[in-house]
């Protein structure tokens, strides 16, 4: 039976006690202590240091996992997002082969459930694609998502070279071998994910800016047709104006002609703008 050991961060004394009853080296007992590791598995002969993450609820979540022949000693930072033990929230076993069992099973919840977390940040950003085209939208939303997508590559994002790195270093037989390298490919495409996700996050926030240019556009374009219909009545005035001592005019008959004119200046230049097109849309 492997021994499943776990022990908050915060709690020092209990870390120096298990350190010092397993001998721990220091440096692995000190990034232990510490957060904001970046993934990797460190070799120290007698035990090994494995670092690995987490995204569950919008959170990012940190594990020191010290790996010996009999046990495993979990140093997280906090308490998992629903019950108060990580062994019970990812449902390990103790009943295993080896300690390389039990890392894969280990590994493997905390992977699936991260996978499953990025899907959802993926649906946020089709439900966002798919408003854009019938409602306003707040670009914030979507560009707290790409803040959570930048956060996920910073962490999860290189797991795959510590899966890789596991691999060479407990030199897999039979059943182990391809669930290590199952949880690698896991891992990899879980990389690749995020990164098709962060570049459709920015075509996403191009097409609402293009969307956007798109609509001013059509309000310069009315003002446009406005100013454009409106010229020839500008013109008249003026002309009328200037060359007449009083409006309207000397005799009724001018006026109404003058009239005819303003009213025949606007529909030639409607007929023009419909002739090239500028109604169309």
């Not at 993934?39 to 020191?64: C, G, S």
């Not at 449902?91 to 499953?116: A, G």
């Not at 790195?165 to 490919?185: E, G, H």
């Not at 001013?216 to 010229?231: C, D, G």
Request: aromatic share 12%; hydrophobic share 45%; with cysteine.
């Amino acid at each position: 039976m492997i021994k499943w050991i776990e022990i908050l961060s915060t709690s020092r004394k209990e870390l120096d006690a298990i350190g010092e009853k397993y001998s721990i080296h220091p440096l692995a007992l000190e990034d232990c202590e510490h957060r904001d590791q970046r993934p990797k598995l460190d070799d120290y002969n007698t035990h090994q240091l494995l670092v690995w993450f987490m995204l569950a609820n919008a959170r990012i979540y940190e594990l020191q996992i010290l790996i010996f022949p009999d046990a495993l000693i979990v140093v997280p930072h906090e308490p998992p997002p629903e019950m108060k033990k990580w062994c019970e929230y990812l449902k390990v076993s103790e009943q295993h082969k080896d300690v390389w069992h039990m890392i894969y099973q280990t590994l493997d919840k905390l992977t699936d459930i991260t996978f499953d977390e990025i899907r959802q940040l993926m649906n946020e950003v089709d439900q966002f694609e798919q408003d854009l085209f019938i409602k306003e939208i707040n670009l914030q939303s979507i560009l707290l998502v790409k803040k959570k997508l930048n956060e996920a590559d910073a962490s999860v994002g290189h797991l795959s070279s510590v899966a890789n790195q596991l691999m060479n270093l407990c030199k897999p037989v039979d059943d182990l071998k391809w669930k290590l390298r199952d949880l690698y490919d896991h891992c990899e495409r879980l990389s690749r994910n995020i990164a098709l996700y962060r570049s459709q996050v920015v075509t996403v926030i191009d097409l609402y800016w293009g969307m956007q240019a798109n609509r001013t556009n059509r309000q310069i374009k009315n003002l446009t047709m406005l100013a454009s219909i409106s010229m020839p009545l500008t013109f008249w005035s003026s002309f009328w104006g200037m060359n007449f001592d009083f409006i309207p005019f000397a005799r009724s008959e001018l006026f109404f002609v003058a009239l005819g004119i303003m009213g025949l200046s606007i529909s030639i230049t409607s007929w023009l703008l419909v002739r090239k097109g500028y109604w169309s849309d």
